[in-house]
């Protein structure tokens, strides 16, 4: 059967036609693409590639109490060209490019040929990176049309490893990460602007969009409490005092106990800032915030405060530790560093006997003393505004064992920080009242104005002005000959404070590793400072008097230097001395040559024997009446190695027993020790005894047969 021609005809037709209608469909589309909707799918594609990147905002400073930039910015810039600006005059892009090779050490060959390597149709060729402020102002000033600046911040140090632990340092992304650049980070940082760019396929930046940007809004400034000054102080003898002791570590916080600003707070070893990836995690902690300590007997100004004020303890009363130097307390044996003898509670404090001040503190109603524990801020935030402090740790005293209030009143099962132990201090200098610290005065905006005021504020009352008074002597005569911190005091400067040597708790057990440390405060009659000086593990000598407050007082020395107020009060108290007559002057301690030229300089005799670089003692002592051109003898140190490889200054102890408490005293200075005096008449025994070899300096007991005239009146009194 033939096929039908009209309807193969039709199919062919219906071919032709779809063939012909396919084409006229996609093209009737373009046009409705291009004319109707192309605006519409123009715009979407724009925004598509379009981007939002940020302008970096400019972080704020941090200056010093007196206006020093202690942490600013470093502007570092990009410089990049669109070579497809409208109306681009000519040879500008060659300008540019020749400029850039001025101040670099590429040529204008080489710039030309980023350009022309660039994709065709960029709109945004990078030229490079990191140039300076110079470049930026050379380029700026010629108003390119075809330049694109951005410009980029990065944080600096001033003064690299000063107030390093405050200040804290910033990551990569310049947030803050630790110190002042943590606990501000918001108002510092500011607020990102940002501008629109046009990204190719390849996420690249094709073309800077010039459309209006958002301008950034600028970090605000931190205007501190320290002063610059003092803080390079603190770290230098910190430094040198570590040096000298062979410590592993310390710590230097210095504040205003009026107030509680810190003025000052040093650790060591430290890092610099503006490399802190240099430094390990445990270098970078502020340990004068988050290391928790048994403080030792700096703490006994505590259970001081709760026996006087309690009434359960009389400052001339009298206590009687055991010749030894030793007493059974629950089981545990307690001891003094060397006995004491028969002693009041006032020499108690001066001489730091462990006996007496547990004794006292035993007579105190155990929640009582917790509360007095607390009132000086123990156990709890001191809220001062850096990251990373710890509280502390107190047990509540339903916890406490027998023997828990007795070694806590001298500074053992109890953890504090070094910021609450000078705080505690500190609230006695300020009569009692216990104040916040606090290291940002205000913050400024960057016109200047104050949005942030940072002000002295009273956390509690801990302990009665009266009280202050009342044992403000005692901790004056620690600073004295007869005190365990004789070589913090400086001459003409009222200092009261306590020195502190505290074993160390390691591994579950009490190892032969000692902090050393000493708190203490002046002018001790309108104190304007109060110091603690931390070191750990000193090699030269456990107690804090002897390593601890010799930093105490050269960190004290200079800060004379840069503060007329006290320099003149030293002057007026020097001046005031001499018009009162000759008296010995404050030789032990100082270094050969300046002692002599002192003695010398008020008209005296001076007569040297020994060897060593420092006075280890003098006869007579400092503040007794003299006559011009009288003798005063010095005994320098004398260097031999100890048994553990250590330095000390060793002598042997003579024998004045038989002797007059005034022939002895005679002796003993002039073989170069300290003497402290029970009773009166001949010298019946002394401590230690006649032949042992002991350091230069200590203390030699001598007692002699009939009490002394002091005990004899508290004792009467007493019954």
């Given amino acids: 059967m033939k096929p039908d021609k009209n309807a193969l005809a039709a199919r062919l037709l219906f071919v032709l036609g779809a063939l012909l209608i396919l084409p006229v469909a996609i093209i009737l589309q373009m046009l409705r693409i291009q004319y109707v909707e192309g605006d519409g799918l123009r715009e979407l594609w724009s925004r598509q590639t379009e981007d939002a ?32 600006v409208p109306n681009l005059e000519e040879g500008e892009i060659q300008r540019v490019l020749a400029i850039l090779a001025h101040f670099t050490n590429r040529s204008q060959a080489d710039y030309m040929r980023m350009v022309r390597q660039a994709p065709a149709n960029s709109r945004y060729i990078v030229l490079g990176r990191n140039f300076d402020r110079a470049v930026y102002d050379s380029l700026r000033a010629h108003r390119f049309r075809s330049l694109i600046l951005e410009e980029r911040f990065r944080r600096h140090y001033t003064y690299d490893d000063l107030a390093a632990h405050v200040m804290g340092y910033v990551n990569h992304e310049v947030r803050g990460m630790d110190g002042l650049e943590r606990a501000y980070d918001e108002l510092l940082r500011g607020r990102d602007g940002q501008r629109i760019v046009r990204r190719d396929s390849r996420g690249r930046i094709r073309q800077f969009v010039r459309t209006p940007i958002q301008q950034p809004q600028q970090g605000h400034n931190l205007i501190t409490t320290l002063d610059a000054q003092i803080q390079a102080i603190a770290q230098q003898e910190l430094r040198e005092g570590i040096a000298r002791t062979g410590a592993r ?15 000052a707070m ?25 290391d928790m300590i048994e403080p030792g007997s700096t703490f006994k100004l505590v259970a001081a405060v709760a026996a006087y004020e309690q009434g359960v303890v009389q400052l001339d009363e009298v206590f009687y530790t055991p010749e030894n130097g030793a007493r059974r307390i629950y089981g545990q044996t307690m001891r003094d560093h060397i006995p004491l003898g028969d002693i009041t509670f006032r020499q108690a404090i001066e001489r730091s006997s462990n006996i007496a001040t547990a004794e006292a503190a035993m007579r105190v109603d155990r929640d009582q003393f917790f509360q007095y524990v607390r009132n000086f801020g123990f156990g709890a935030l001191s809220s001062i ?17 027998g023997v828990t209030q007795p070694w806590m009143s001298i500074g053992y099962e109890i953890q504090v920080t070094p910021l609450q132990l000078v705080m505690a201090y500190a609230s006695i200098a300020n009569g009692g009242r216990l104040m916040r610290p606090y290291v940002v005065d205000h913050v400024q905006d960057e016109s200047g104005r104050v949005v942030q005021q940072n002000r002295p ?34 001459a003409g400067l009222s200092i009261a404070g306590k020195t502190g040597t505290a074993q160390k708790f390691i591994d579950g057990r009490y190892q032969q590793r000692y902090r050393a440390s000493f708190v203490g405060y002046f002018p001790a009659e309108a104190p304007r400072y109060a110091m603690i000086v931390l070191l750990d593990e000193p090699q030269t000598s456990i107690f804090g008097g002897t390593t601890a407050g010799i930093v105490f007082r050269e960190i004290t020395r200079r800060i004379m230097g840069v503060d007329p107020q006290v320099r003149n009060l030293v002057q007026r108290t020097l001046d005031e001395e001499a018009a009162a007559g000759l008296r010995a002057p404050q030789l032990t301690g100082l270094y050969a040559g300046h002692a002599q030229r002192k003695a010398e300089g008020l008209g005296l005799k001076v007569a040297v024997s020994g060897e060593g ?18 003798l005063v003898r010095l005994q320098l140190e004398t260097i031999v190695q100890g048994e553990a490889g250590e ?19 005679a002796v003993l200075h002039e073989a170069g020790y300290d003497i402290q005096r029970n009773g009166s008449g001949t010298v019946a025994a002394q401590f230690p005894e006649a032949g042992a070899v002991m350091q230069r300096g200590r203390p030699v007991i001598i007692r002699g047969r009939a009490p002394g005239m002091e005990m004899l009146i508290s004792d009467r009194g007493g019954g």
């Fill in 457 to 490: 504020t009273v956390i509690r009352q801990s302990v009665r002005p009266e009280t202050v008074e009342a044992l403000r002597p005692a901790f004056q005569n620690v600073v004295s000959e007869d005190g365990t911190a004789r070589l913090a005091s400086v």
């Fill in 647 to 665: 330095d000390q200054l060793r002598s042997t102890v003579p024998d004045v027993r038989g002797l007059s408490m005034r022939e002895a005293v």
């Fill in 53 to 84: 990147i940020p302008i970096q905002s400019r972080r704020g400073q941090i200056l010093d109490s007196n206006g020093r930039v202690l942490v600013t910015n470093i502007a570092s810039y990009a410089v990049a060209v669109d070579p497809h």
């Fill in 613 to 630: 670089t420092r006075v280890a003692s003098q006869y007579p002592a400092a503040g007794q009446e003299m006559q011009e051109n009288q």
């Fill in 266 to 290: 040093a650790n060591y070893p430290d890092f610099n800032p503006n490399r802190p990836g240099t430094a390990g995690r445990e270098t970078r902690r502020n340990a004068a915030i988050a």
């Fill in 385 to 401: 505004d850096l990251p990373n402090e710890e509280s502390g740790r107190l047990r509540r005293p339903l916890h406490w064992s």
């Fill in 249 to 263: 570590h310390g710590s230097v916080i210095i504040v205003e106990p009026a107030t509680g600003a810190v003025i």
